[in-house]
């Protein structure tokens, strides 16, 4: 019996965040999610979607004629048929890249995919999630990602960075809230701390900033 996964859009668009910003992406986006941050710009995927088989996904995204993919949500690694889709993203050929909360166990996903592991800060209301050990598995080619509303974001990303050495490990991000942290004065204590990070905006919004779905 063919697996199957709870999908809520399958669509092609601009990749927003992390290191592919820019690009044309086709995003796989999975129904629910473990965690409930106060900042969440996906809501709608917590809940809403429809049951689809891997083959079935598959064919959507090849029709999106599109070379990276990214899975995302939600919270991929909720679903447990997450791991053999992301393998069959790969053995078709795809740049493939998995978006997750880092609450969850990332070990079984496939070695060739990129993992952007965001890490959830206080303001989220869910930093007690984070699965730390995740840290330890990070290789050169993933990404960490820490979305901030605060100056007390900002510590406690800057001290997970130092403690837990992820800017060794990978690429970091540290992305703000949009209409909380003006990028303005976080650009101000990345520089002031000589912090080896990147400044990431939400390009998708800048593009499309009344568009709040993928589809």
């Not at 496939?110 to 699965?131: E, H, L, M, T, Y």
């Amino acid at each position: 019996m063919n697996e199957t996964l709870t999908v809520n859009e399958i669509f092609l668009s601009i990749q927003g965040e992390g290191t592919r910003a820019g690009r044309r992406c086709a995003f796989v986006r999975l129904t629910g999610c473990n965690l409930r941050c106060s900042w969440c710009d996906t809501r709608y995927a917590w809940s809403e979607g429809k049951e689809m088989s891997l083959d079935a996904v598959l064919e959507q995204v090849v029709k999106l004629a599109c070379p990276l993919v990214e899975v995302t949500g939600g919270e991929p690694l909720a679903q447990a048929s997450t791991p053999a889709l992301l393998e069959r993203l790969c053995e078709s050929g795809y740049e493939t890249l998995l978006e997750t909360n880092g609450s969850l166990d990332i070990s079984a996903v496939d070695a060739r995919v990129v993992r952007i592991v965001d890490f959830k800060c206080p303001s989220s209301g869910r930093q007690d999630a984070n699965r730390w050990p995740n840290a330890d598995l990070l290789t050169p080619r993933d990404e960490v990602k820490f979305v901030l509303a605060d100056r007390r974001d900002y510590d406690f990303a800057r001290d997970a960075i130092q403690r837990h050495g992820l800017a060794k490990r990978c690429e970091v991000i540290f992305s703000p809230v949009l209409d909380r942290l003006p990028p303005a004065k976080l650009a101000q204590w990345i520089i002031a701390d000589r912090l080896p990070v990147r400044l990431g905006l939400q390009l998708h919004k800048f593009i499309w900033p009344d568009k709040d779905r993928g589809v």
